[in-house]
């Protein structure tokens, strides 16, 4: 019809978290905050998740469609919500004998994977499949953005059921592979020949992860950097050959920060709320609470903090190897972390030794994380791999300046205090090349010796809470990337 407005596209995200009900990491965050700034472009934008039961007591469900699927006897119900608080709505497939566990999203209490997660996450994939294909009468998705391993088998399924949807596969982390022995294909319902090295096999068994990075339109990473790391060797993880043969279908998008839940003005989980004008006053209240709750002594040096899950990954090898240096120089450290257990030994021990000057404490702690990212001088990151990272963008905003190790989002998102940087009032930070202990000392020690220059300090933490790295900048790329991906179809 002539002068008719174009329908608003329709985007469907595929995740198994969503903040604040299910998170263990920035995929949380990133499900919270992305689907609200797409609707604000006008992507008419739902969610797919599984009915875990902190998602269906907190949501108020209608039945959406009930579904005869290869992972149950009975029909599932899927039923749909407005996520509280948004203007978004999920489909959440209420399937209580695979979500309605004790533990977390992916394992029990102990911290070991379900066994049936291929079948957990298969049934979450082959739903959304079929919303794709049509299984809601009243909204049919043009594009599938599926996130992560959990999600990603939802490009094959889409991919067998030839259904006329785009489908796009985002990386959040390539070291999570979704990783399952060959004899549970069978039960995952794809045609035969989706098992093969052109396809779900990696290394004798299935990898969801390759699922999605396999058989979906088009991929995305969640920053520049790590699209092109991926693409090696060294941070590939087994997929570089597939990604360097798909470079062209794969983009960087940088995740952003959601200001509803990250403003220092509006933080009641810090003494007094601070803005760019108020900031000092602010964080010296959040300061003193914080030397309170890690029993960190007077002094004049910087206190930095770390926020973080203790893997690998996030490199706090090195900073425990490094805490000599940090106190050498007249830092003190606030740690907050869970995970290894070797980890957890090590810092626990330096806080006994360096007791009134390395503080930590163990655990998932939300209000303790916003009170160490508004107290500490410095949020420090030394990861070997880093696909966006959210800590080092919230330190920012809240006048925290990151010490960081340049890899992916971390190198796109922080500016080292270079002489040129500082001439072009740029600097945002403290920057490092190599993973070693060494490298991140040098960051620490030049963190400490700017830190007494109250003037230059105090610009850079202006200059970092005003950097821009809002959601509606991501939203805005995601969503071109979408008209790209409808304007080609047939
Ligand atoms: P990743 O997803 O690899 O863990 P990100 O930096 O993308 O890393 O996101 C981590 C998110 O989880 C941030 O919001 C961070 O503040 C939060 N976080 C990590 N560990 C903890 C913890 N122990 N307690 C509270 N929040 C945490």
Redesign the pocket.
């Known amino acids: 019809m002539a002068g008719a407005r174009p329908r608003a596209l329709r985007a469907l995200h595929v995740a198994a978290e969503l903040y604040p009900w299910v998170?263990t990491?920035?995929?949380g965050?990133v499900l919270a905050a992305l689907p609200p700034a797409l609707l604000d472009q006008g992507v008419d934008t739902r969610l797919c998740l599984p009915g875990f039961p902190a998602l269906l007591d907190a949501f108020r469900l209608s039945d959406a469609v009930r579904l005869a699927t290869p992972f149950a006897t009975e029909r599932v119900r899927v039923a749909l919500a407005t996520v509280p608080g948004s203007k978004i709505t999920a489909y959440l497939v209420d399937h209580p004998p695979f979500y309605d566990r004790p533990g977390g999203p992916y394992g029990a209490a102990d911290g070991r994977d379900w066994p049936d997660n291929h079948r957990r996450f298969g049934l979450l994939d082959w739903v959304a499949a079929a919303l794709g294909s049509g299984a809601d009468p009243n909204w049919r998705p043009d594009i599938v953005q599926a996130h992560d391993w959990h999600a990603g088998l939802a490009p094959p399924y889409l991919r067998a059921a030839n259904a006329a949807v785009a489908s796009i596969f985002t990386i959040?982390?390539l070291a999570y592979q979704g990783f399952f022995p060959a004899g549970t294909f069978p039960e995952l319902s794809l045609p035969a020949h989706f098992y093969g090295i052109d396809g779900l096999e990696f290394y004798g068994g299935l990898s969801f992860l390759k699922g999605g990075l396999f058989y979906a339109d088009r991929l995305t990473t969640v920053s520049p950097t790590y699209a092109n790391e991926i693409q090696t060797p060294a941070f590939g993880e087994g997929f570089d050959g597939l990604l360097r043969g798909r470079a062209d279908a794969l983009t960087g998008i940088l995740n952003g920060v959601d200001p509803r839940y990250w403003d220092p003005e509006h933080d009641d989980a810090i003494p007094l709320g601070y803005g760019i004008d108020t900031a000092e006053i602010g964080k010296e209240a959040a300061k003193r609470e914080l030397r309170r709750r890690f029993y960190l002594e007077e002094a004049a040096g910087p206190i930095f903090g770390v926020?973080?899950?203790l893997t690998p990954?996030k490199g706090l090898d090195l900073l425990l190897a490094a805490l000599p240096a940090l106190a050498g120089a007249g830092g003190q450290l606030a740690l907050?972390?869970?995970g290894d257990r070797e980890l957890e030994d090590g810092f626990g021990a330096a806080s006994r030794e360096w007791h009134g000057t390395v503080g930590v404490e163990f655990?998932?702690?939300?209000r303790?994380?916003r009170l160490i990212i508004a107290g500490a001088d410095c949020m420090v990151l030394p990861s070997r791999f880093e696909p966006?990272?959210?800590?080092q963008l919230?330190a920012l905003r809240y006048g925290t300046l990151p010490v960081v190790r340049r890899t992916g989002g971390l190198a796109d998102t922080v500016v080292d205090t270079t002489p040129a940087a500082l001439a072009d009032e740029t600097a945002t930070g403290f920057v490092f090349d190599a993973a070693t202990p060494d490298a991140l000392a040098g960051a620490l020690g030049r963190a400490a010796a700017a830190y007494p220059d109250r003037t230059v300090w105090r610009q850079m933490m202006r200059r970092a809470m005003t950097r821009d790295f809002s959601w509606a900048r991501s939203a805005e790329q995601y969503a071109a990337l979408y008209r790209e991906l409808v304007d080609k179809a047939p």
């Open positions: 998170k990491g920035g995929l965050d959040h982390n926020v973080s899950r990954q907050l972390g869970s655990g998932y702690d939300e303790l994380a966006c990272g959210l800590t919230y």
